[in-house]
T-cell receptor
Framework: DVKVTQSSRYLVKRTGEKVFLECVQD?????MFWYRQDPGLGLRLIYF???????EKGDIPEGYSVSREKKERFSLILESASTNQTSMYLC????????????FGPGTRLTVT | AQSVTQPDIHITVSEGASLELRCNYS??????LFWYVQSPGQGLQLLLK??????LVQGIKGFEAEFKRSQSSFNLRKPSVHWSDAAEYFC?????????????FGTGTRLLVSP
């Protein structure tokens, strides 16, 4: 079974803090994604990575950065958290040969106060 | 650019009744199509997918979906809903020939199941 884990289920941070969200997958997938999910907006792609040290901006990258130093780990960084970044963050991964079939982690619900 | 529309924000169905969730996509080529389900507080789980071939695809938990190219639709169906099916459902389209591979998701339909 593919397993995608996220470091925290719930996180509360203060405005201006630097926030790290970690995602680890155990199936040697090349591709990893970070989405944010908001009511009525569905899932929106923040960043994705198709290889170690490679990254591409998604649809809403502003205010975020990412890091992929190892194949199994993909980190989302909020350099200076703001209240409008309060959201559910979902990580996903898939194998290139498996045609877009993404496996999702359980999500991190981040609250910025 | 590709897009996905799920016109129903909420749907309430009685337990044991049939279900159809609507999904329309916009994409020039033949798309990859997916339905995911998200139970409360959980990540997304893949229900079924369509790539090519038979336009009626079967998925897990008794769900099926039909690809209709002429209507640009990929509606999800289940003949008899169980209370455990209450969740949020997302339709997604993947682009086959873009420079990078990503999914575009609809805004979701929340299914409520009444006793």
């Amino acid at each position: 079974d593919v397993k995608v884990t996220q470091s925290s289920r719930y996180l509360v941070k203060r405005t201006g803090e630097k926030v790290f969200l970690e995602c680890v997958q155990d199936m040697d997938h090349e591709n990893m994604f970070w989405y944010r999910q908001d009511p009525g907006l569905g899932l929106r792609l923040i960043y994705f990575s198709y290889d170690v040290k490679m990254k591409e901006k998604g649809d809403i990258p502003e205010g975020y950065s990412v890091s992929r130093e190892k194949k199994e780990r993909f980190s989302l960084i909020l350099e200076s958290a703001s209240t409008n970044q309060t959201s559910m963050y979902l990580c996903a991964s898939y194998r290139t040969s498996a045609t877009y079939e993404q496996y999702f982690g359980p999500g991190t619900r981040l609250t910025v106060t | 650019a590709q897009s996905v529309t799920q016109p129903d924000i909420h749907i309430t169905v009685s337990e044991g009744a049939s279900l159809e969730l609507r999904c329309n996509y916009s994409y020039g080529a033949t798309p990859y199509l997916f339905w995911y389900v998200q139970s409360p507080g959980q990540g997304l789980q893949l229900l079924l997918k369509y790539f090519s071939g038979d336009t009626l695809v079967q998925g897990i938990k008794g769900f099926e979906a039909e690809f209709k190219r002429s209507q640009s639709s990929f509606n999800l169906r289940k003949p008899s809903v169980h209370w455990s099916d209450a969740a949020e459902y997302f339709c997604a389209v993947g682009a086959r020939n873009t420079g990078f591979q990503k999914l575009v998701f609809g805004t979701g339909t929340r299914l409520l199941v009444s006793p």
